[in-house]
């Protein structure tokens, strides 16, 4: 996993998950969700936005 480039989703220090970039992610969808505890894809995405509302998902339980 590379955290380089992490960008905090919630900003409020209560997600566990961030925004980052990983190298299973392809150029085309370089915005990853990133567990903070140890650092476990769980997706890759087009748009930080993309990135954000997964992240949120995750957070309230909706594995979608």
Do not use: Q, R, Y
């Amino acid at each position: 996993a590379d955290g380089s480039g992490s960008i905090s989703c919630g900003g409020n220090g209560l997600m566990p998950w961030h925004i980052g970039k990983h190298t299973d992610c392809p150029k085309s969808k370089p915005f990853a969700v990133l567990k903070d505890n140890d650092g476990a894809l769980e997706g890759c995405h087009k748009t930080k936005a993309e990135a954000e509302i997964l992240a949120n998902l995750i957070l309230k339980g909706d594995s979608a």
